[in-house]
């Protein structure tokens, strides 16, 4: 289960778009949401030789029956037994026909992302990270009697996304703060599994006296029709964080001269390139951050999960083996928009790549003026210690950093020594109060607690 669980809290599962393969036997001829349901009722039954004979070439070459039970299996025993699948939704990608379905467990919904070659095969299979169906307490440092809480749209364009703004009761202004995501389409919570840390931040932060903007990610609420050749974090990430700002400058309730933003795993790495484009904030908050190259950081995310049983399996060499070749790729002077995605991390394009090739967030954040915040969990395995002392690098008197001993990349208490474990998530936790403190008493007098 442990690489099902993996999958959530890395990039991605699986591939993305595979080329079509020449086939000797006639296509399929029912439309490709009939497939689908075939597919899943063939998981369902537990006939996984059926269900994978349904892949082209390609992906049988990369998803083999045994990891498909894995990871089938895997999922019904993390989120319970599959409860209902909901209606498909239709995107054609060029040659390719792409099914949207969600697929509800009895603990969590997980949308199904599943590609038709041309031929009709299943060319790409993908499993979104799980939203919790399970009702939301807040952590007792939350008090709902503080503040209020309102929806909101962040943009008023084609990517226009809804988003949640937490304003403290009483007499303002207040200062304001924006939430950015980490990697992949996360909801404006920043759900995963059971785990709402972006809730917890939101409210924990607005019963301290902050306004607080949260929002929905583009990838979330559009991904079907952002370009997947030329996405860019800039499209992703920093456009829309740079438009919350902005939004948050504008409420009457805000002090325009206190807004900060915040940043979370990739929201934390590009949170300086936020800030450089919004030269009003009063400073930033980095927490859980890369401040290396995120191609190097995804590949020690997957050597040190695939080392966790001790074992090394078959799969997981060839899987290591083929990253390794994709990361060499993404830092060989020829890579080009011409470099086709899969042959590249984690399923993003070489336009991705291509602008981190010339963003450097330490020295980024070392240019700037504002002040700065950097918080770190020590059990952290996503992101370490090491990118941790990377940040701690930045030459400035107005930044300040903070390491927590047993939190872990969800700024939540782990379980026993060391570090964290993709499982860890599977048990329903808060961001620990300290760190909600931390940020506040910086936020309001620009020092943590000791």
């Known amino acids: 289960m442990r690489r099902v669980i993996a999958a959530f809290v890395c990039l991605t599962l699986a591939v993305g778009l595979s080329a079509c393969a020449r086939q000797s036997t006639p296509p399929r001829t029912e439309p490709e949401p009939v497939l689908v349901q075939e597919f899943i009722t063939k998981l369902r039954q537990e006939n996984y030789a059926q269900a994978a004979s349904m892949f082209n070439k390609e992906l049988k070459a990369k998803v083999s029956v045994e990891a498909l039970q894995e990871i089938w299996q895997g999922l ?37 992302r599943v590609v038709f070659d041309s031929h009709k095969e299943i060319g790409g299979l993908h499993f979104s990270a799980p939203q919790s169906t399970l009702q939301y307490d807040p952590p007792t440092y939350v008090d709902t009697t503080k503040f209020t809480e309102r929806e909101v749209v962040v943009g008023s364009s084609e990517w226009a996304l809804p988003g949640t703004v937490s304003t403290p009761t009483g007499i303002g202004p207040f200062p304001g703060i924006i939430l950015v995501h980490g990697s992949g389409p996360n909801d404006r919570d920043e759900t995963i599994l059971g785990n709402k840390p972006f809730k917890d931040l939101a409210q924990g932060l607005a019963s301290q006296g902050i306004v607080v903007l949260r ?26 964080a740079v438009l919350a700002a902005r939004m948050l400058l504008a409420l009457p309730e805000v002090d325009p001269e ?9 929201g934390g790495f590009l949170a300086p390139q936020i800030t450089m484009l ?5 400073g930033t908050v980095i927490l859980a951050a890369p401040s290396r190259p995120l191609e190097d950081v995804i590949l020690e995310q997957y050597q040190y999960i695939f080392s966790l049983d001790g074992i090394l399996t078959s799969i997981e060499k060839q899987h290591l083996k083929e990253l390794e070749a994709q990361i060499k790729r993404v830092k060989a002077p020829s890579l080009s928009t011409k470099t086709a995605t899969n042959l590249l991390p984690a399923g993003m394009p070489a336009s991705y790549w291509l602008y981190l090739r010339q963003y450097n967030p330490v020295a980024v954040a070392a240019s700037l003026s504002q002040n700065m915040l950097i918080l770190q969990g020590e059990q952290d ?8 002392t990377g940040w701690q690098s930045i030459q400035r008197p107005n930044v300040l950093t903070k390491s927590y001993p047993r939190l872990n990349h969800l700024f939540m208490a782990g379980e026993g020594e060391g570090l964290s474990q993709p499982s860890d998530y599977e048990n329903i936790g808060y961001v620990d109060e300290i760190v909600i403190r931390d940020i506040a008493a910086w936020v309001h007098t620009k020092e943590p607690s000791p």
């Open 215 to 240: 929002y929905d990610k583009r990838t979330l609420v559009h991904g079907q029709k952002m370009n997947a050749v030329t996405v860019t974090p800039h499209d992703e990430v920093v456009e829309d």
């Open 76 to 112: 019904n025993g993390q989120l319970g037994g599959l409860t209902k699948v909901g209606t498909p939704q239709t995107e054609q990608v060029e040659q390719y026909v792409a099914i949207a379905i969600p697929v509800e467990f009895s603990t969590a919904v997980v949308t199904m």
């Open 381 to 388: 395995y996503q992101v370490t210690m090491v990118d941790y």
């Open 278 to 282: 919004f030269p009003e904030a009063r």
């Open 258 to 266: 206190q807004i900060f933003i915040l940043g979370h795993s990739l």
